[in-house]
């Protein structure tokens, strides 16, 4: 369900909701499927909660429910969030991956601050437009405040669709786990699911952009690629640089909650977000490793990792990634969190994960002798 306006808008303003569903719709009908779980489900973008506001970074799954068991899902968005993460992904995530700014960022990390000026300022403009005029006027305006235009869209449009396959995996894989017919789920337990949820979108992440890259030289012609190892590595790449791109926008997802200071923080249910990403990146990177090291050799896993290294330290020294945010990871709690994810896995028998198990048990052991080491300082 769209909202009314939606459709008096020009293609690249009505893109990033019709693609959001697409991502939803087109990983749920297969993943539900398998769990021999009821097809009936829709993409709302038309309703709030009593406390929502149209604005908030937030995606949601919501079930219906007879005799205790889902016989449909509804798979929800605030209005203008779709609108706002593509400003996110123009006036930030493009650039930051774009060879020659990155390098920029790298030298000076305040001009990446000013990014986050500047898409603030931008949705500024979009909440004060939408509470004068309503919702079309309010995405026109905020396109317009940034110079969006077609050519934009072009430039832009894969990385909003990368990074927004993410979430719609996230919300789907809730759903999958069939978490909803759970009964007395400890807090504990709560923000095991989230992770678990998490690791489950990694690795339709992965089958998606990497192990289904086509080995064809229709393929490689259309992305100007030479061999198929190029093909694996540029999509390894791609793969990497939306999983930081999630957690950026985790971070902006806190400012909203805090009401302006960055934060991977995400309340009571949900673990850290810089724990969320840790293990997000470990399990893909692995993936990468064990399954494409033949065709990637060491010095092309070499460079997957350099970057990613050099982008989160650049995060952390434009002040995108609170320090604060790393040291909440060296919690006793989080440990807990972590074999109560191994446990599950094991539980559900999720097919996805089964391997990981003794990679979750030596993250906990590792953090288990952090916050052991700490305490001895």
Not at 78 to 105: G, N, Q, V, W
Request: proline share 4%; glycine share 4%.
């Amino acid at each position: 369900m769209y909202p009314s306006g939606l459709f008096s808008l020009q293609r690249d303003e009505t893109y990033p909701y019709e693609r959001y569903a697409y991502s939803v719709l087109s990983i749920a009908s297969e993943a539900f499927h398998t769990q021999k779980l009821p097809l009936r489900m829709s993409v709302d973008f038309t309703q709030q909660g009593q406390t929502a506001s149209p604005w908030i970074i937030n995606a949601s799954i919501e079930y219906q429910l007879e005799n205790g068991e889902p016989v449909a899902f509804v798979f929800r968005m605030p209005a203008l969030t779709p609108a706002i993460l593509y400003l996110f992904t123009t006036a930030i995530i493009t650039d930051f991956f774009d060879a020659d700014r990155s390098k920029e960022f790298q030298k000076r990390p305040d001009t990446l601050r000013q990014r986050f000026l500047h898409f603030g300022q931008s949705v500024t403009v979009a909440i004060r437009e939408y509470r004068a005029q309503g919702f079309a006027h309010a995405i026109r305006a905020a396109y317009e405040h940034l110079g969006l235009r077609i050519s934009t869209f072009q430039r832009s449009s894969e990385d909003y669709n990368l990074l927004t396959m993410q979430m719609a995996y996230h919300e789907v894989a809730h759903g999958y786990l069939k978490q909803v017919t759970r009964k007395g789920s400890t807090k504990v337990e709560t923000s095991a699911f989230e992770l678990l949820a998490d690791l489950v979108a990694v690795a339709w992440f992965y089958n998606h952009m990497i192990v289904n890259t086509p080995d064809t030289e229709e393929y490689r012609q259309f992305r100007r690629l030479k061999s198929h190892a190029d093909s694996i590595f540029m999509n390894a790449m791609l793969t990497l640089r939306s999983q930081q791109a999630l957690v950026i926008l985790m971070a902006v997802a806190g400012a909203q909650r805090t009401g302006g200071a960055v934060s991977l923080a995400a309340g009571e249910i949900h673990p850290p977000g810089m724990q969320r990403f840790m293990l997000q990146h470990v399990m893909l990177y692995t993936l990468i490793a064990s399954n494409f090291g033949n065709l990637l050799l060491p010095e092309r896993l070499e460079a997957l990792q350099k970057e990613w290294d050099d982008n989160l330290d650049t995060l952390v020294r434009a002040g995108v990634i609170p320090l604060k945010d790393i040291e909440a990871m060296l919690d006793t709690q989080q440990c807990d969190t972590i074999e109560a994810a191994a446990n599950l896995i094991k539980e559900l028998r999720v097919p996805e994960l089964q391997r990981l198990v003794p990679t979750l048990r030596a993250v906990r052991d590792w953090l288990t002798d952090a916050i052991a080491g700490r305490r001895k300082r």
